[in-house]
């Protein structure tokens, strides 16, 4: 325990070492610079006249956004349907893809560590690109469209699915596999009757939460054009229709709220 | 009451599965129990699907003409071209660690009084609702929506985004830190209040040690979703890589475009493994 002694010889508790106290100073002064270092390039970037009238603007923006243009949100139910077609037809995809993916990443069902390592490749690649910008790619090549949404909504979820599927393949109970291979099963056997029952609970659950996320994400691919309410929301913007704007907003926000209670429903039911 | 009716129930279904495993007709226990929600569910399903693929209209034409691109792309991605937009990529590249850097920070230092206000065995009841409101807004919408309104406030450039991602973390870190008080072990709250500890002494000395390492980890995690959503929100014009990376796809200069995603990946994956090594760290 770091103690150290007053003038008297009176121990005294400190919480660190002198060593420890130095280190945790240097640290302390070397984070601050580097935050300090990145706050200037931004402010170097950044036209602070209009930073200086972001209230104004704001209160502008707003009393532009008030009151919603209500018979907009007659034009906004087929776009709202394509969102929906987007989110769960994409995230339909990206599972049936997600799935072997899954078995081939998961250390204890994989074939082989080379195709292992492969499938790793596919899930963080698929992971750390935004559907964003999977969707950007997609128009340019397929074309602007709920298609390219929808594939673009897949990839994404891939890896998403992929890399908590094989996590949940990896935590199995060793046993009821066991038991199957000890009756002579053959590879696939093993698979359906030891492996898939442990992880269909976890397998509906991913799923599920995946579609709610989607169904917030593909609100948004319609600024590049991808389909759906984000197409809309895009002329608005565009138009300076503010009024139109802030209908979309509401749709969204009802939309993602209903959305998540209905997975949080079915999570509940399921676990 | 139920739950006493329950228990012979499942025997008894227990009992008939094994009469038919003797007779030879045994069958795996469905996921869901309930056979009239089964089938409604599939049946459901399938009448959407129906109806969705309908609607989905599909430019064959033009899909075919894009396979051609497609194989450009992947191409490209064969031989990737760090050099001729060389500067453009490096000042996109350090907009977006910026960005990352500052907002993860500022949006973990306000989430933090967000984070304590929101859980409901420290704070008291008006507090709380505050806090949760706040947290829901910010959860509620996309990054890239909140982006299109504060670019207009803000104006173009990294401040925008920067805002907006740490609008964003505000929201993920609270949430996940007052969950994390919430059920925190209260003993020790206890023994230091025993002690007469002020309001800020048992902060500082009962819940700050108990929740540090997994605020740690979570800011990490945040760190690297950040970075990944700072490389989108450009596309809406508020700084960093996204800004770059559009550019270079509507000008068709795939290879330029391979480049950048091959870099997000890299620093992604960077992030992660750091990440991981630090949550080990810590705990």
Sequence with gaps: ?????????????????????????????????????????????????FVEDAGRQGADLISRMTPPEWGYANVLWKPMWDTLNIATLGTALGIVMAFPVAFLAARNTTPHPLIRSAALMVIVSSRSINSLIWAMLLVTILGPGVLAGIIAIALRSIGFVGKLLYEAIEEIHPTPVEAISATGASRMQVMNYGVLPQIMPAFAGISVYRWDINIRESTVLGLVGAGGIGLQLNASINSLAWDQVSVIFIMIFATVLVSEWISARVRHAII | MSEQLEAPLTQMKAQARQQAAQRGEWRRLPLIESARLRWGLAIGAVIYLFLALASVEVNWARVSEGAGRA???????????????????????????????????????????????????????PIYFVCRAIIAVSRTFQEIIIAILFVVMFGFGPFAGMITLAFATIGFMAKLLAEDIEDLDWRQVEAVRATGASWWQTM???????????????????????????????????????????????????????????????????CEYSSSHVRRWTQ
């Design chain 1, 1 to 49: 325990m770091p103690v150290s002694f007053t003038s008297q010889g009176l121990p005294v508790w400190r919480r660190r070492t002198t060593r420890a106290q130095w280190l945790q100073y240097i640290a302390w002064l070397a984070g601050v610079s580097l935050f300090l270092l990145c706050w200037k390039m931004i402010s170097d970037n950044t036209m602070w006249v």
């Design chain 2, 71 to 125: 194989v450009n792309f992947l191409g490209a991605f064969m031989q990737p071209d760090f050099i001729s937009r060389y500067d453009d990529i490096v000042a996109g590249l350090l907009e977006s660690l910026t960005m990352t850097l500052t907002s993860t920070v500022l949006g973990v230092l306000l989430a933090i009084p967000v984070g304590l206000g929101a859980a409901r065995n420290i704070s008291p009841l």
């Design chain 2, 204 to 270: 500082n000395h009962a819940v700050q040690p108990q929740v540090m390492p997994r605020l740690i980890g979570l800011s990490m995690y945040r760190l690297d979703i950040n970075f990944r959503e700072s490389s989108v929100i450009g596309i809406v014009g508020a700084g960093g890589i996204g800004a770059t990376l559009n550019t270079s796809l509507s000008r068709y200069e795939y290879d330029t475009s391979a480049a950048i995603l091959l870099i997000i990946i890299a620093i992604v994956l960077l």
